[in-house]
């Protein structure tokens, strides 16, 4: 596609519900990232993917979340047991050769 | 370590001139500038590598102190399309070959006419 593709757009649940979150980079982009973004905040990384490889899963918060890119190009961001603190803006982003970031229009998740 | 930005807020009228700082107390490997426009996703405008260059592109450059470990974005001659956050981002290295950007809290740029 022309850009970096998120879905759902917006997704709200229930405390305790999981969530997985889809983002498809831009073609022929081999790094993805997950970024997460609070409001009136900067993003902040989650977890970097070269290809289906997981090199990076610092930033996730704790091990409620998790993230695979199982053939290198779509990428599945999955929360468990969703609580409200991680209520936010998820944002993907691709790049080609670790040159500029292409961010995606990101999932505003909604935990009530 | 998040790098500190400067102002966090400034309006301006079209044609004026303005400079968002951006701030690391660690020592810094690149700089990354990006503008974010409301309920859109940030948009990459430069990045800077260590070796104090400057870069620009239009009416729009910056500069990276590395021994300040700081950097500055200027804008000329402001445009209303030149509005919304500016977040500056910092790595420290690139061991893994990878980016790992830290963005800042952001400055956010108003330009009225």
């Known amino acids: 596609g022309a850009g970096v593709s998120q879905s759902p757009r917006y997704k709200v649940t229930k405390r305790g519900q999981d969530v997985a979150l889809r983002c498809d980079p831009i073609?022929?982009?081999?790094?993805l990232y997950w970024y997460r973004q609070a409001l009136g905040q900067g993003p902040e990384f989650l977890t970097y993917?070269?290809?289906?490889?997981?090199?990076?899963k610092s930033g996730l918060p704790n091990d409620r979340f998790s993230a695979e890119r199982p053939e290198g190009s779509i990428s599945t961001l999955t929360i468990q047991r969703t609580e409200q603190r991680d209520s936010a803006m998820y944002r993907c982003?691709?790049?080609?050769?670790?040159?500029?970031?292409?961010f995606g229009s990101g999932t505003q998740l909604s935990v009530l | 370590q998040q790098p500190v930005q400067s102002p966090q807020a400034v309006i301006l009228r079209e044609g004026e001139d303005a400079v968002i700082n951006c701030s690391s107390s660690?020592?810094?490997?690149?700089v990354h500038w990006y503008r974010q426009k409301h309920g859109e996703a940030p948009v990459f405008l430069m990045i800077?590598?260590?070796?104090?260059e400057q870069k620009g592109h239009d009416k729009i450059s910056a500069s990276f102190n590395e021994k300040k470990q700081q950097s500055s974005l200027y804008l000329t001659a402001s445009q209303l399309s030149y509005s919304g956050t500016y977040f500056c981002?910092?790595?420290?290295?690139?061991?893994?070959?990878?980016?790992?950007?830290?963005f800042g809290t952001g400055t956010k740029l108003q330009v009225i006419p």
């Open positions: 982003a691709s790049s080609f050769q670790n040159q500029k970031l292409f």
């Open positions: 073609s022929g982009h081999v790094s």
């Open positions: 993917f070269n290809y289906e490889a997981q090199q990076d």
């Open positions: 660690k020592a810094l490997y690149s």
């Open positions: 800077l590598l260590k070796g104090g």
């Open positions: 981002g910092t790595e420290q290295g690139r061991s893994g070959g990878y980016q790992k950007v830290t």
